[in-house]
């Protein structure tokens, strides 16, 4: 029974992860169709992180033995942890948020698929991966960008017939008599905002492979981050929304998809991630990220009342496809001994911070 249990428990939690994925596409694209500024739930989002990580923080550092294992903060390493809350909390999660206004929730989940494939792209430019083109494994890297690239272009340019709700009153409806209708124009905007969310947000996990050599306790990196975030996204959302009153959360959905972004999206996903891919590897985490795609898609038609396009559907599965012609160029790699750019040290971390979804 023990050994039954020990067995299924990775595929037990890599199922939880992608729901947790599923359900922060929900909760936030239900918030967002409810009248909540975008740019307050982000502060709010940071802050409610923050308020979770820092006694956790805390009570790890208290715990670790060694100085090196919690080594002192310069002025310089604060300062280069502020820029990359800027890059990654800030800017990332507020253009996110923006392209999730102007189109559905199973075409953001589509587009998220791709981070791993961008990541890959952006250490490949920055001289911390290889592609050899002669070998199988780098045309399956190859062919992985160009599927995700126009798989992109696909979900952007071509919407195709709709699949309609599947129920008339969607749980998480918005205060409104009718959905709006959305233009080629803005769809098209919101899906190239949201790639624009997603490169972003892998310029920031390349980054996280030098910050964590130069400071090893990726828990306290985190929190830091999350709190000059917090601090960050307060200033913009002061600037971009005066009105205090709309700062307001009742008891509706604004504060359960802060509060659920919030412990599970970030502390729940966190743990679960980071065990899943210390189990199991992170190839074994990327590649059941199309699960959420999956689970986002009924759960928006179900909750949302959103429309499913056809070419969202050809644009996920052009995404999905390229997702695995890389993880699988990465995984027949490592079976090859290639040895990549990054010393070995540090691959686990590259790869772990790859299998993120914004």
Not at 180 to 186: D, E, L, M
Not at 215 to 222: D, R
Not at 247 to 265: C, H, K, M, N, P
Request: proline content about 4%; charged content about 15%.
């Amino acid at each position: 029974m023990v050994d039954g249990r020990s067995k299924w428990t990775p595929y037990v939690v890599v199922v939880a992860i992608q729901s947790i994925y599923a359900g922060l596409f929900i909760f936030s694209k239900a918030a967002f169709n409810n009248g909540v500024n975008t740019y307050v739930f982000i502060f709010y989002r940071l802050a409610a992180a923050t308020i979770l990580l820092v006694p956790i923080a805390l009570i790890d550092m208290a715990c670790r033995t060694t100085p090196a294992a919690a080594p002192a903060m310069s002025w310089r390493l604060l300062f280069k942890l502020f820029l990359y809350a800027l890059l990654g909390n800030t800017f990332t999660l507020n253009i996110y948020n923006m392209s999730l206004k102007h189109i559905t929730a199973s075409a953001a989940s589509a587009v998220a698929n791709c981070v791993p494939v961008i990541t890959f792209l952006l250490a490949l430019l920055m001289g911390m991966e290889t592609m050899k083109l002669r070998t199988r494994s780098g045309m399956g890297k190859l062919s992985g960008i160009a599927l995700c690239l126009t798989g992109v272009i696909v979900i952007a340019l071509y919407a195709g017939p709709a699949v309609h709700p599947l129920i008339d009153h969607p749980v998480f409806s918005a205060h409104r008599k009718s959905k709006p209708h959305v233009s080629n124009g803005v769809w098209i905007r919101g899906t190239f905002l949201l790639l624009l969310s997603c490169i972003t947000l892998c310029l920031w996990l390349v980054l996280q492979v030098p910050l964590l050599k130069e400071y090893p306790n990726k828990l306290v990196a985190t929190t830091m981050q999350c709190f000059f975030g917090a601090i960050q996204s307060f200033v913009v959302a002061v600037v971009v929304e005066r009105d205090f009153s709309k700062w307001r959360l009742g008891l509706d959905i604004g504060l359960l998809a802060v509060l659920y972004s919030a412990f599970l999206a970030t502390g729940a996903l966190m743990y679960l991630r980071s065990w899943c891919v210390e189990m199991e590897g992170p190839v074994f985490v990327a590649m059941w990220s199309p699960l959420s795609l999956v689970l986002t898609t009924f759960c928006s038609s179900f909750f949302l009342g959103e429309d499913v396009y056809l070419g969202s559907i050809l644009g996920a599965i052009l995404l999905v496809s390229g997702l695995y012609s890389v993880l699988w160029s990465k995984s027949k790699e490592k079976k090859d001994k290639i040895t990549p750019a990054v010393p070995k040290v540090h691959e686990k971390h590259e790869q772990e911070l790859t299998s993120q979804v914004v």
